[in-house]
């Protein structure tokens, strides 16, 4: 007997996380290591939970998860992202739940490019009229 897998994508930031979700008994992995020694921050990794608590199905579901670039904070939100959109592959139901919190919207704000002749995306060098 094949277990049915469903796929999603997450982003955020420049992370990028591919979520494998079946049903199962709660195990979460992530590149290989459990979520709790994964994301070592608290915030990082209650951000990882946060879908499954509002959906209330923390152990209902196995999710195998490879998450790459990106800093801990952005893989973070990449995972959380990633995880709503594979429990709405599952079950469309959880729709309301999920927009309501506002996890199914990709947050879209990316670092801004540095810009020739300036310090950095918006910084100019300092002025000097003598």
Known sequence: MTATRFYATGK???AIAKVWLSEGTGDIKVNG????????????REMVFQPLSVTESG???DFMIK????GIAGQ??????GISK??????SEMRGLLKKAGYLTRDARIKERKKYGQRGARARFQFSKR
């Open 12 to 14: 955020r930031k420049s």
């Open 33 to 44: 290591r459990p979520a709790e020694d994964y994301f070592t921050m608290d915030t990082a």
């Open 59 to 61: 152990n209902k579901f």
């Open 67 to 70: 998450v790459s670039g990106g």
């Open 76 to 81: 973070a939100g990449a995972v959380k992202h």
């Open 86 to 91: 594979a429990l709405l592959e599952f079950d």
